[in-house]
């Protein structure tokens, strides 16, 4: 016969596991991974914060800020020597093209507020993304994702796909300086092959850039011709003009590109996140049912212990 002290210890250990005497069994030290105290080593602890790092982030930061930066960098001193041509040898009265040196102050003002954003933007986009990281690798542990979390990966989702569009103007925009440079610079060329061939003169070659609608059809002279456009295109404010405006072309390019790659990161971190909450969802469910499956457990033993 069991008496009711017995029944009652019974139910103490079966309520509470951790109260089962411990068996304690010999565990053999691992050699070059954990000290005797416990304590994780320098490799050890390297190898798990590398495990944390969002590459993949990391690689379109540093995509993002190289294009940003060519792109702003380039394209302000393209822009200088840019006005440096058209005062010298386009537009020698400075009424002609004030307009356009305002415009292009204007744009240089513009670049530097584009790379201080794009600046600041990286480096959250870079902290989003470790963030996520962290969440996806504790998915099953103790970490807790919220709707807020969520909620803001959202936004960068949609602000990155904005500023992506956007971009893509931005490249194509920059692709134009790029389309007139080369033009004067493939006359220039055929200027010199003619001379060379002693076919036609040069002097009935001319670059106009009235036509381009950068300045007013009245400017004076306008256009170049001739002698006079191959020492243009010899100087080097148009050399270097050229080549930065190309530079800058394939830094939005690269800007471009990696916005994309941001793109695809962020929506990708964002359904990870979403299956993080339902996952969490589900362990609570699953803790509360079990909670209540151990208190009616524990209520019916107790009703059979009085009733016994």
């Known amino acids: 016969v069991i008496t009711r002290p017995e029944m009652e210890i019974g139910r103490y250990h079966w309520m509470y ?7 304690y069994h010999h565990v053999p030290a691992l050699r070059g991974s954990i000290s005797p105290l416990g304590i994780q080593g320098c490799f050890e602890c390297c190898i798990k914060c590398l495990g944390g790092v969002p ?40 009424s ?12 240089q003002y513009v670049i530097y507020g ?3 954003f794009f600046f600041l933007y990286g480096i959250i986009l870079l902290a989003e993304g470790f963030y996520t990281t962290s ?7 103790e ?22 569009v956007a971009w893509l103007g931005v490249f194509g925009f920059s692709a134009v300086p790029v389309f007139m440079f080369y033009n ?15 076919t036609v003169p040069g002097d009935q070659i001319c670059v106009d850039i009235r036509q381009y609608g950068i300045i007013p059809w009245n400017a004076v002279p306008g256009r170049a011709c001739g002698p006079i456009l191959e020492n243009i295109c010899n100087t080097n404010e148009f050399y270097m003009s050229y080549h930065l405006f190309i530079v800058a072309c394939a830094g939005a390019g690269a800007t471009v590109i990696a916005l994309i790659h941001f793109l695809m990161i962020l929506s990708s971190n964002w359904a990870y996140l979403k299956d993080a909450s339902k996952m969490q969802a589900y ?8 909670q209540e499956l151990q208190d009616i457990q524990s209520r019916s033993k107790e009703q059979l212990n009085s009733y016994t």
């Open 17 to 23: 596991r951790s109260s089962r005497p411990h068996r």
């Open 55 to 94: 590459y993949a982030s990391l690689v379109a930061t540093i995509l993002c800020f190289s294009g940003v930066a060519l792109f702003c960098g380039c394209g302000h001193v393209a822009l200088t020597g840019t006005v440096s041509i058209l005062e010298q040898h386009f537009s020698t009265n400075a």
């Open 96 to 107: 002609d093209h004030a307009l356009l040196s305002e415009v292009i102050q204007l744009m």
């Open 114 to 116: 584009i790379a201080s």
């Open 135 to 141: 969440a996806v690798k504790e998915l099953h542990g």
């Open 143 to 164: 970490f807790k994702t919220t709707a807020c979390g969520r909620c803001i990966s959202g936004m960068f989702v949609f602000l990155t796909y904005v500023l992506g």
């Open 184 to 198: 004067i610079w493939s006359t220039c060329e055929v200027i010199k092959s003619l001379q060379t061939n002693m």
């Open 283 to 290: 362990q609570d469910i699953k803790a509360k049912e079990e």
